[in-house]
């Protein structure tokens, strides 16, 4: 199987992406992360574009990784040399075995950005890779606006590649830095590339025209060896190559190696993981690694995947970490259910005593405002309950809301006060919140974490309000849908009632709870 190099820029080119910003400690929890799944280079900044990169390669300096760390910078400034240019110092005192360093391929960014010859660009190119190279550093070419200076000037833009191969460049990738190109052009150039030069040819692509993985993938098969991206494709503009759909790309379905094998299993879960620190929600709809990628609502889906999954699965949810998910609706049948529940109690089939009672208790309760569809967690433990399965994990004795307009100082408008039982032990808590219903989740932790630490870990993602009913005004049927995580898995849970509180607090604790039966097992 050909190898593909996998280089991840989360870090430095993602970290560009609009509300984005990482602490030193959360770039490297990532690099462990992305290390751990096998990518080969790891991007981790410009140090010296800011102090924050500085420093992250200074608490670095002295650490073991198995991947390729990558320190980020551009070529020298026109008219010096590369030991006066600061920026090229900076590079050099970060310490890394390897380096990026980009130029100019595109004579409109020679002529209007740079504002020197065409000449002076070359000899920045290959005079800025020489110098590292004799520094011993490891140099990888991003040649920037490769694609727009190639259809513009592509003898230009092929010298710009020549000059970086003359300095010694150990890797030419080719960079669609304004996302406007097809793949049937990146696969032109690419292949005109690898004929071109023996020096390895990467792509790295933005996804402004939505093409970055499509173009990223024509780009190996036209001969490129090595692959930029970011792992989720957030990035500048509209992000950048989504590494966590190139992989099984190539790798599942065109046969190349990206990453060990064994590894793959873990795509899903690292997916999160670096969502869970980027402060982001994992788009639902993401190929292979989202929570919907494997989900099936019709019946006619949910019927052809139960008899042969290859009808409406194109790889295996498990090869990549995922789960196969199906939606239980007022519109599911037994089967539907049944195979729903599979996980639960491996016993419980179509004609199972007592299912078809339980899917119309769904119906009943979707009728009244509940919604299962999108909140799995409630409904797993709703049947838990109708078959005999689940054991309350607390009491509630009862909670209070106090809400008011927040003083100058604080911006808490509401406290909360709960009081809990376990196993005969009481325990009762109270917190301040932005909101009541912000008020009573930090409440009901603090209680349970006594009982229960594992709820430490418990974060709300997203909380959602949906009046069913307005016709009854203020009296109207609500229903709150929150989906939390802990930081591994994410799950949803559904709340309904005339009473905004309670139907939220319902929501809340059967978060808490599916958080709980998973850790003993009882859920999978």
């Not at 919604?371 to 209070?400: D, V, W």
Request: with cysteine; net charge negative.
């Amino acid at each position: 199987m050909q190898k593909v190099e996998m280089f991840d820029t989360t870090l430095r080119d993602g970290a560009q992406g609009e509300g984005i910003s990482y602490s030193v400690n959360d770039k490297i929890s990532i690099v462990r992360s992305l290390e751990t799944i096998g990518i080969e280079y790891i991007e981790a900044g410009n140090p010296g574009s800011n102090p924050k990169d500085a420093e992250f390669f200074e608490a670095i300096r002295n650490e073991d990784f198995s991947s390729k760390i990558v320190a980020f910078g551009s070529t020298r400034r026109r008219d010096t040399t590369c030991s006066e240019d600061r920026g090229c110092q900076a590079l050099l005192d970060a310490g890394t075995e390897c380096v990026a360093v980009f130029g100019k391929c595109w004579m409109l960014h020679v002529t209007d950005v740079l504002q020197t010859t065409a000449e002076e660009n070359l000899k920045m190119i290959s005079e800025t890779v020489r110098w590292f190279k004799a520094h011993g550093k490891m140099v990888i070419f991003d040649a920037e606006h490769f694609f727009d200076g190639f259809y513009d000037n592509a003898d230009y833009a092929m010298k710009a590649l020549e000059a970086a191969a003359m300095g010694g460049a150990d890797r030419l990738v080719l960079c669609d830095t304004n996302g406007g190109r097809f793949p049937s052009e990146v696969a032109m150039a690419v292949s005109d590339a690898v004929t071109r030069f023996v020096v390895p040819i990467g792509i790295h692509c933005h996804n402004d025209s939505g093409c970055a993985v499509a173009c990223s993938v024509a780009a190996v098969e036209a001969g490129a060896t090595q692959v930029q991206g970011t792992f989720l494709g957030f990035g500048e503009r509209c992000g950048n190559a989504n590494l966590s759909t190139i992989i099984p790309d190539l790798q599942l379905k065109m046969g190349y190696t990206c990453i060990p094998a064994e590894e793959m299993e873990s795509l899903t879960k690292t997916a999160r993981y670096i969502a869970e620190v980027s402060n982001l929600r994992l788009d639902h709809s993401m190929p292979f690694v989202g929570e919907s990628a494997f989900s099936h609502k019709g019946g006619m889906h949910i019927d052809g995947v139960m008899k042969n999954s290859a009808s409406f699965e194109h790889v295996p949810p498990e090869a990549v970490g995922n789960r196969r998910r199906l939606l239980v609706s007022e519109m599911s049948g037994r089967s539907a259910v049944a195979e729903k529940l599979q996980h639960i109690d491996a016993d419980i089939k179509r004609d199972s005593a007592g299912l078809a009672e339980f899917a119309d208790v769904i119906k009943d309760l979707e009728h009244q405002g509940y919604q299962f569809e999108s909140a799995g967690a409630s409904m797993e433990i709703r049947a838990l309950k109708y078959f005999g399965k689940y054991t309350p994990f607390f009491t509630l004795c009862h909670y209070k809301i106090i809400g008011e307009q927040p003083a100058p100082e604080t911006d808490r408008s509401a406290a909360a006060v709960v009081k809990i039982m376990v196993d005969g032990k009481v325990e009762m808590t109270a917190e301040e919140g932005d909101g009541p219903v912000h008020a009573l989740d930090k409440a009901l932790k603090k209680a349970l974490a006594v009982f229960y630490p594992e709820v430490g870990s418990i974060r709300l993602m997203d909380y959602k309000v949906r009046v069913i009913d307005s016709g009854n005004g203020a009296a109207a049927m609500v229903r709150v849908l929150i989906e939390s995580t802990d930081g591994e898995n994410s799950w949803n849970t559904v709340g309904a009632s005339t009473d905004i509180i309670e139907a939220s607090w319902l929501a809340l604790v059967d978060s808490i709870e599916y958080k709980l039966l998973r850790g003993t097992g009882v859920i999978s």
